[in-house]
């Protein structure tokens, strides 16, 4: 079964380069084109893809927004996204909110297909810069100021849950377990899930008898 995909880009050029990269090829199959978030939610819901390859700065919506409705309206689905911009600015904010994947414009054709198919199975695809964004923060252990997501993963966590079990409560794929672990782990500056709950409650983030 070829993957089913959607583009959404607000350009209408590179909408038809991306289709181009795509058509011919069996493995994959592009079932519609939206030009802003809006459009996203829309053609995402009639169409029912495995992947949306998406830009992260478009009119009417911006691009975590999107990716956060996508989730919420269809969980499962995966969110592959391909821009210009690799600052923590855009990139932490799509990553938090679920996106499988972060590559910028210039990643080869080849590479791009390949994102494509790893992202269609859950796994998490980063380009290099994007990945030293992360790792950047990671280096930053004053940074521990936990999002909403990564606060209800660790709350879970702490009671024991496996990866699968979060991925399941919170309607979010196991990848996307992992890259909460491992931005939370970089916060706490652990290298673990049990130091990471201890880390947890030494300094607050978690209290004793409220994690149930």
Known sequence: ?????????????????LRGI???????????????GPEALVV??????????MDLRMPKMSGAEVIRRLRE????????????????????????QGATGYLLKDTPRADLRR???AAARGETVLSPSVTGVLAQRSREPERRTLSRRELEVLGLIARGATNRDVAARLFITEATVKTHLLHLFGKLG???????VAA?????LLKPGADG
């Not at 947890?200 to 607050?204: C, N, P, S």
């Open 1 to 17: 079964m070829p993957i089913r995909m959607i583009i959404v880009d607000d350009h209408p050029v590179v909408r038809d380069g």
């Open 22 to 36: 795509f058509t011919g090829d069996d493995a994959f199959e592009v079932v519609g084109e939206a030009a802003d």
């Open 44 to 53: 995402a819901l009639r169409t029912a893809p495995d992947v949306v390859l």
């Open 73 to 96: 309206q269809t969980p499962g689905i995966h969110i592959l996204v391909l821009t210009t911009f690799d600052d923590d600015a855009d990139v932490l904010p799509a990553i938090d």
């Open 115 to 117: 994102a494509v198919q």
């Open 190 to 196: 652990v290298k673990d899930r049990a130091a990471a």
């Open 200 to 204: 947890a409650y030494d300094i607050g």
